[in-house]
């Protein structure tokens, strides 16, 4: 069976990891707000709340993270950079002038101009052939096409009949064989064909399967951003990476002379304590209560912000094994959730915004966004919860859990270790479904966003239930890769492993439509159909929170996969 796999959105994972600045060099260990200085001098250390990267290659899960995306943003370039509003600008550094669409008789060509100066950090110019070896990397994960199956994401990539020089090198002519509507989103970390490239699609895959281990750091050094990640200044074992101005960047220059990334794992202890000290002078951590308001009493010393993104917080059931393999145990179990009262306990604490989120492809203050979910999932529900078990069998024991054929009702919901605010969304369950005759448990599983080597990731399939995010973009059709029908062993980041017909055809009409209504009404209609089989289950538009130092200036936050660092060139230090 040919295997398919489509783009990929970013896991928000989160460890534990420890401080250790003094390895980080470039001053001494206090000064992670800033060194005094003119442009170009002086440094930042950014507090990593995610998970130490194990490879920096993004198109592959090993470097699917949201702390590889936050190194690379500034790093490996592409045509369009999403804003804070989430809109959509050409990247006037790349490129020579905004990016051409052309939909005469129903096709679809887009042309590049590249920017006369933009070249790699070895000296190398950027070209034609970087954007023709980007697509022929990313377009086919079937062997048999030479493709590599190692890849997250096809989407996109894969409707291009062609990348082709065109009145010169520096002039990209890309053309579809089927239109493609989020055309915008592709490119978006250039890869260096003159290091990379192998006319054995064999010798290829092997290059894209491996990647670039952090301790190997990306290839030939390389970058063509105003940053630069240089294997010797990568300490895996200190967990920190020193991002240092690409010599050869031919925009305006970095304001810093370092950004030095330190991971600091998820503990709000530690971000506050390296907020307060100075030790940090950026942090992003997960929002909590506590962690919010200890930091904005650090103010006017501290500046801090929080908002709603493009991310959402979800339950995922594995729908291969157990009870939850059954329909009706995935209504009963949604059925008993009180969700408004998960958003009160958790990221209601620190924000009057916050709202149940009732929809998986759009957000709640997206204009698309719409209400897709039935009555019955709205509100708790506990008496239907269980009158849906008993219609299937299940009969309620003497304690308190429903039981068949031998199996007690209990589900195990596993999440990502040491977060504070994923565990309290777990422990408002537990009473919510106990209520309804479900015994449920939390678990910390460090190994959730490993590989399939490990029997409990959710790769592995290894779990019942998990609560985790999903960040996004506002090109929605990377979802796809979520919701589709796994295919034989190609799961692609459908890690419930459900899916139908109907939605994957929905899909396919998705990714083709021009017109931007017509695009959000199918994106509903998929979601609706989503409730139907009931394999996740959104919770809350997951708000992000940068706090940072008042001596840095142009810190803003980008609560799309651009991230926190989507504009680090521009801060300085006072």
């Known amino acids: 069976m040919k295997s398919r796999k489509r783009g990929a959105a970013l896991l928000a994972t989160g460890i534990a990891g420890a401080m250790v600045l003094s390895a980080c060099g470039g001053g001494s260990s206090d000064s992670g707000g800033g060194e005094s200085g003119s442009s170009g001098e002086g440094r930042v250390v950014f507090g990593e709340s995610t998970d130490f990267p194990e490879n920096l290659f993004p198109y592959i899960a090993a470097g699917n993270a949201t702390s590889v995306a936050n190194l690379l943003i500034r790093v490996l ?4 950079v999403v804003e804070p509003d989430f809109s959509v600008k050409w ?18 060509v887009n042309t590049y101009v590249i920017n006369p100066d933009a070249v790699w950090s070895d000296g190398t110019p950027i070209t034609a052939e970087d954007f023709e070896f980007t697509w022929r990397a990313n377009r086919s994960s079937d062997p048999a096409d030479g493709g590599c199956a190692s890849l997250l994401g096809t989407t996109g990539y894969e409707q291009i009949a062609s990348v082709e ?36 699609p064999v010798a290829l895959c092997d290059t894209i399967t491996n990647g670039w281990p952090i301790a190997d750091g990306i290839v030939g050094d390389i970058s063509a951003g105003p940053w630069q990640i240089k294997k010797e200044n ?17 925009g305006e220059p970095t304001g810093l002379a370092q950004l030095v990334v330190q991971n600091i794992g998820n503990d709000p202890t530690t971000a506050v304590q390296g907020i307060q000290s100075g030790e940090l ?26 908002t709603f993104g493009l991310s959402f917080e979800h339950l995922d059931f594995n729908t291969t094994y157990g009870p939850l393999s059954e329909l009706a145990v995935r209504q009963a179990f949604t059925m008993a959730l009180d969700r408004q009262e998960i958003v009160d306990q958790t990221v209601g604490q620190f924000s009057s915004d916050a709202e149940v989120l009732q929809n998986r492809i759009y957000f709640n203050n997206q204009p698309q966004y719409q209400d897709t979910a039935p009555d019955e999932y709205k509100t708790q529900n506990t008496e239907l919860a269980k009158q849906t078990l008993e219609g299937a069998g299940w009969t309620l024991g003497a304690d308190g859990v429903y039981a068949k054929n031998g199996q007690r009702l209990t589900v195990q919901i596993d999440t990502t270790a040491n977060n504070p605010l994923r565990q309290t969304t777990i422990e408002v369950m537990i009473p919510q479904l106990a209520e309804a005759g479900i015994e449920a448990t939390f678990n910390a599983n460090p190994d959730i966003f490993a590989g399939a080597d490990k029997p409990t990731s959710l790769e592995a399939g290894g779990f019942q239930a998990a609560v985790f995010a999903w960040v996004g973009s506002p090109f929605r059709g990377a ?83 651009a991230g926190p660092l989507w504009n680090s060139e521009t801060w300085t230090v006072q």
């Open 479 to 561: 979802t796809q890769s979520i919701y589709e029908q796994p295919q034989g062993d190609a799961i692609g980041q459908n890690y419930s492993r459900q899916g139908t017909q109907e939605i994957d055809d929905l899909f396919a009409q998705f990714q083709v439509e021009p017109d931007p209504d017509a695009q959000a009404e199918l994106g509903n209609q998929i979601d609706a159909l989503l409730w139907g089989q009931v394999a996740t289950v959104p919770l809350y538009q997951k708000p992000t929170f940068i706090a940072y130092q008042s001596s840095i200036s142009n810190v803003e936050d980008n609560s799309t996969q």
């Open 234 to 250: 990568i300490d895996v074992g200190g967990q920190i990476v020193v991002l240092t101005p690409n010599p050869e960047w031919w």
């Open 91 to 108: 990247d006037e550094d790349l490129l020579a002038s905004e990016p051409e669409l052309d939909t005469a008789n129903g096709g679809q």
């Open 165 to 200: 020089a065109g009145e010169d090198d520096k002039t990209v002519t890309v053309t579809y064989e089927t239109p493609f509507s989020d055309w915008q989103s592709l490119f978006g970390n250039l890869l260096p064909a003159h290091l990379m490239d192998n006319e054995d």
């Open 77 to 80: 370039p592409g045509p369009y």
């Open 281 to 306: 002078g950026v942090i992003y951590p997960q929002p909590q209560l506590d962690l919010v308001g200890q930091i904005e009493g650090l103010e006017p010393n501290v500046s801090s912000d929080v």
